[in-house]
Structure formats: C-alpha cells, structure tokens
C-alpha cells in the first residue's frame, strides 16, 4: 500500500519573498489555479499582513480555489492572525500557519526573550487562532537548530493547545539528512499526542541539502512536505516540489505517493520561470532544459539503444513530450545518424563515414550543432 504524502506548497509565499519574483494578484490566481489542478494538497497563498496587495492575493485566492486547502502565513501576534483569518474567509478550506522560534539563538537573538516566555506566546497563538479558523498549523522556525528537549516541548503544547499540522523548519539549511532525520525521529519517540497531528518538514537548501532532508524527514513519519516550484525560496531556496514528487514516483520501494498529476510539472514550472522572470538552470533536476538532453557519444549511443540505459524518468511522465540528441563534438555516429534521419536522409556507412568527419570539423568550431547545419552539410556532400 501507498502512504499519501501531504503536498503544501509556498511557491506563492516563501517562494514569491525572492527579490524580483513578486507577482501580482492574476498572476498568482492562475499559479494557484495550475497548482490545484495539479493536485497539491495546500496552496500557501501568501502572508496577508506584509501588504495591502498580499492581503488580497490571498483573499481572491480564497475566492477562487474549490478543493485545495488555501494557508495564510502569520507571525504569533494577535493582528497577523486577525489578518490572515479575514483574507481566508471566503475560502472553502482554509489553514492558518502561524508560529514562532524555537532554536535558543532566534529566541536570544531575533525575539530577545527566554524559553518560557516563547512557549507561552506559541500556545496563546495557537488557542486563539483556534477561535478563528479551525486548521491551526503551527511552524517552530529555525527547529534545525533548535534544543531537541525544547522542541519537543514545543511540538507537545502546541498539539495540547490544538494545532493540526506541526511544522519542523530547516529555516536556515543547516542540517545534513541524517541529523534531520533524527529530529523527526525524536519528536515521534518523546512527544506525546503526536499520533493526532500531521508533521511537517519545510527545508531550505542553503547546503543543497533541501531535498535530501526532506526525504529523511518522511522516512522518519513526517507526512506533510513544503515545496516550491523549481526549488524558488529565500536565499538558496526551497525544496522543489518536482524533485520530491518524481522521487515518489521512481522509487515506489518507498511506498508513499504524492497524488500529484505529475505530466503537468513541466508546462508549469516553465510558466513560473517567466511569470517570475526567474530562469530555471539548465541542470536543474528534473525541469532543467538538460535534464533529458543526451551529448556525449557513449550516452548517446546506450539512449538510442533503449531510453532505459540512460533515463530513470520518462520524460512525458514530467509533460516533456522528447528527450533531446544534443550534436556537439562529444557526439558519435550513432546520435550524428539519428538526427540526420529524423530530417528525413538515409546514407550508407561510407557516406556517413565523410558526414561524420565533417560533422566533427564544424562541432569543434561551433558549441552545438543545429539542424539548419546539419542540413548544409549533406548539400555540401
Ligand atoms: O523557513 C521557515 O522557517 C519558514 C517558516 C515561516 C515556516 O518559511
Ligand atoms: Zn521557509
């Protein structure tokens, strides 16, 4: 059997805080829209007390969204969460998410303040919350860093005072998969009631860990992950919603599905790449425009022989309708012939013997190869 794995994404939140990749209220009604329609679970649709403009995003999102649960971020202070209940109101389902520090330095250094006074504050915020709207997830920001007797502390009175989601941030990135791992691990093993909420992990990739961490965190029972599209968040980023939902889907040994329309990840990371004006780097896993391009010769000549060889992932799984035969000076005959018959030509092995010697001539001067190229160099035969 398959666990469901919850998807909340905050593309249109942590992932819209990114300089430069602010969106008005239309644009992030049809990202919301596309998201819904993808299947994610929860929409954080923005943070209605950083602005008048946000405020309403969420709002007309709220209008507009039928299944998914639309999240509204908040601080644990009475005006954010007044706030973010009124931007919510018109939403069929609705969360509030709000919380606070729990690692010693945000309470020292951010909050100036003591343990007790933040425990206090986080069960105040949850109960009132409570009062508003009945989907209280809590977030125990920086929880990376955080005392791991402290947090459970945390995690414990939360659930007590109501929450349905606990949150576990990586907010800075600092942890390695194992350590991560074992925070999750730890709550389940010393926090009692947490068999009645859903555990949240919400990792930042500031050492390129995002992805694996999240993976530790629900191998570890975690049930609910945060993501973004192509991996967009403060700093070095979220983790990627695709990377998390092809995982799920390739290794069906972990036995937990995403429930995600997975065809519809490619249209609509290419959307945001250009609503956003933030590029996708070619490299990227998954939605990078090499993710499924084939260029050095051994690999090309393996991929032509079966996909298998060299992908782990069919493209069209992820909306990419083909894998791509790259012609740079690292090809081989195998790729040079494929594409010299996918334009519509046949040769024999002489005649390919003098296109390929040309080929490597002009790929040696020229980074790639395009087809308008190639078809000069079978004229010039
Ligand atoms: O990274 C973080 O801790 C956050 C919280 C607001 C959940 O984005
Ligand atoms: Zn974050």
């Known amino acids: ?9 905050t593309t249109l939140r942590d992932g819209e805080q990114v300089p430069g990749c602010q969106l008005c209220t239309s644009e992030k009604i049809e990202i919301a829209l596309s998201l819904e329609e993808m299947g994610v679970d929860v929409i954080e649709s923005g943070f209605p007390i950083s602005s008048p403009g946000d405020f309403k995003s969420v709002q007309e999102i709220a209008k507009t969204l039928q299944r998914a649960t639309i999240c509204a971020l908040s601080r644990a202070k009475k005006e954010d969460i007044d ?11 609705k969360r509030i998410h709000l919380g606070i520090g729990a690692s010693d330095v945000h309470i020292a250094k951010k909050f100036f303040s003591t343990r007790e006074k933040v ?12 009062t508003l709207v009945e989907d209280i997830e809590f977030y125990a920001e920086d929880a990376g860093r955080a005392d791991k007797q402290f947090l459970a502390t945390m995690v414990e009175a939360v659930i007590k005072a109501g929450a349905t989601v606990v949150n576990i941030p990586d907010t800075t990135g600092y942890c390695l998969p194992g350590g991560y791992g074992d925070i999750i ?12 909420v859903t555990i949240a992990v919400h990792c930042h990739n500031d050492l390129g860990m995002a992805t694996a961490n999240t993976l530790a965190g629900i191998m570890n029972g975690a049930r609910q992950v945060e993501v973004t599209m192509n991996g967009i968040g403060e700093r070095a980023g979220n983790t990627s919603l695709e990377e998390i939902a092809m995982i799920l889907k390739v290794h069906k040994d972990l036995h937990m599905d995403s429930g995600l329309d997975t065809t519809k990840i490619f249209p609509l990371s290419q959307r945001i790449a250009q609503l956003m004006n933030m590029p996708v780097q070619a490299n990227k896993a998954i939605v990078g425009s090499n993710a499924f391009a084939h260029s050095s010769g051994i690999h090309q000549d393996g991929f032509l022989k079966h996909p298998e060889n060299y992908e782990i992932i069919n493209p069209l799984d992820v909306g990419i309708p083909v894998s791509s035969i790259l012609l740079t000076a690292r090809s081989g005959r195998a790729a040079l012939r494929h594409r010299i018959e996918n334009l519509g030509f046949s040769f024999d092995k002489n005649q390919m013997d003098g296109i390929y010697d040309r080929f490597l001539c002009l790929a040696d001067q020229k980074r790639m190869v395009e087809d308008e190229d190639l078809l000069e160099l079978i004229s010039n035969r």
Request: with cysteine; hydrophobic share 40%; aromatic share 12%.
């Open 1 to 9: 059997m398959q666990e469901k794995i919850q998807i909340f994404d």
């Open 119 to 130: 425990l206090e504050q986080a069960v105040w915020a949850v109960e009132y919350g409570k």
């Open 185 to 196: 691990k730890y709550l389940y093993e010393n926090v009692k009631g947490i068999d009645k």
């Open 83 to 93: 706030c973010a209940a009124e931007a919510l109101k018109p939403a069929k389902n």
